[in-house]
């Protein structure tokens, strides 16, 4: 059987397309790479790209060269060729035709990109994309295109309650998640920490369907910026303290206590974690110490 052909096959490659060449080459590292080269057939009419246009035989203008990633074919790194057609349009003008195994402007194919989005859902991006060959910042621009499709599609009438905390990497990049409580579920994750955060939420939140005015309780760490943003978006809700920090907060008063006292009582000293625990689980000899 022709090689030809059964790549074409293999790559479900729908008319016009067909694969004309396969090449194994040496690249970096002395690792081998698989190149396939997709071409179109002589005489081949495609319609013009734009959404709402009907003509469907506009004439070849010229052909651009392409290289996409696609997944390993075995245990070899695939990459697709093709000379992308551009064809022109008496009413839209030059218009190159979409590719149907990448998206417009994407450097690897739609499965290549399925295989990379969907383990990121549980798994560390850098680590992910070193198992299939990518660069973690070519994932991460994957994940970011299908995550702006994804969020046209959300719709956050009926949300009634917000839960917002801010969290950083040792002091910087600082990032806000932003959550409904009642379905645990992340409505938006927003750059900074402060009350200019709350209102950039505030407006995407409006932008799909949001209605402030429904949002009652608002629950939040004890960050000023934050108490400042929610006084004005929304300002009616009641604004709640939630457990976590309220609990971390009086842990750490605790233990500011018993380290100024174990100065002058030795006792004290080495019994951090004990005065963390519910009096039910401590041992009599914690209980006596406590005492």
């Known amino acids: 059987m022709d ?16 694969v004309s060449g396969v090449e194994l080459r040496d690249g970096e590292g002395g690792r ?15 319609s013009c790209p734009h959404a709402g246009c009907g003509r469907e035989a506009c004439p070849m203008h010229d052909v651009r060269d392409r290289v996409w990633r696609r997944l390993n074919f075995f245990r070899y790194e695939a990459f697709i060729h093709a000379g992308v057609p551009r064809v022109s349009c008496p009413e ?22 399925a295989m990379v989005v969907e383990p990121a ?29 994804a969020r046209l599609y959300e719709d ?9 905390d801010g969290t ?38 409006m932008d799909h369907n949001g209605d402030p005015n429904r949002v ?7 960050s000023p910026g934050f108490a400042k943003g929610i006084r004005e978006h929304p300002p009616d809700a009641a604004r709640v303290i939630d457990r976590f920090h309220v609990v971390r907060h009086a842990n750490g008063a605790v233990d500011k206590v018993r380290r100024t006292q174990a100065g002058r009582d030795p006792l004290l000293r080495r019994t951090r974690y004990p005065w963390l625990r519910n009096e039910e689980g401590l041992t009599g000899l914690r209980l006596e110490t406590q005492a």
């Open 32 to 46: 081998r790479e698989l190149h396939i080269t997709i071409g179109f057939e002589p005489g081949s009419c495609f």
């Open 92 to 113: 839209h003008g030059v218009r190159a035709v979409p590719v149907p195994w990448a998206r417009p402007g994407g450097g690897s194919t739609l499965l290549f990109g």
């Open 3 to 18: 090689t030809t052909l059964l790549f074409t096959a293999a790559l479900q490659s729908p008319d016009p397309w067909r």
């Open 168 to 205: 950083s990497r040792k002091g910087h990049r600082c990032i806000t998640v932003l959550a409904d409580p009642a379905q645990r579920d992340v409505i938006r994750v927003v750059p900074g920490r402060d009350a200019n955060t709350v209102e950039r939420f505030a407006v995407d939140f």
């Open 216 to 222: 009652t309780p608002v629950t939040r760490d004890m």
């Open 121 to 149: 859902k549980s798994r560390p991006v850098a680590g992910m994309a070193g198992r299939v060959g990518d660069h973690d910042t070519g994932s991460w621009r994957f994940i970011g295109h299908y995550v702006d499709q």
């Open 156 to 164: 956050h009438t009926g949300v009634g309650a917000i839960g917002i």
